[in-house]
């Protein structure tokens, strides 16, 4: 089992930025891509970002190129998401999810290849 906790989310204005952490439980962290994803209310979930278990690949949607980065930190069981140059169609709430060790590369893009989920942190970007 494992669990994940997201924190970092809050209100910023256009353009300025945000770093979310996502502290997991359990002793098989480094075994697990890890993936960011975002809701909007009355949106489907959708990708933002993901990296392999070793943080060798990683992997954006269109809309967090250029903009978004995601790192991990095996020693301290947690992955983080910066994100900079926020825009008003960015809020959402974020969500920090584990895929287990059997998925790889492109895959890690789907949200039904993840097995654990965070509760969610509100990003909210003003106009």
């Known amino acids: 089992q494992v ?7 809050g209100l910023v ?7 979310l952490s996502c502290a997991a439980s359990g002793r098989t962290f480094s075994t697990y891509a890890m993936g960011w994803f975002r809701q909007a209310p009355g949106k ?3 990708f933002v970002a993901a990296i392999s278990k070793s943080g060798g690949s990683t992997y954006y949607a269109d809309s967090a190129k250029g903009r978004f980065t995601i790192s991990r930190d095996n020693a301290k069981n947690t992955v983080y998401l910066q994100m900079n140059n926020l825009k008003p169609e960015d809020t959402a709430v974020y969500y920090c999810a ?13 949200l039904n290849k993840y097995d654990y989920w965070g509760q969610g942190t509100q990003v909210t970007v003003s106009s």
């Open 13 to 19: 204005q256009a353009g300025g930025s945000l770093r």
């Open 3 to 9: 669990q994940l906790v997201e924190s970092g989310g």
């Open 44 to 46: 489907e979930r959708e």
């Open 98 to 110: 584990a895929s287990p060790i059997l998925y790889t590369g492109l895959v890690l893009t789907t």
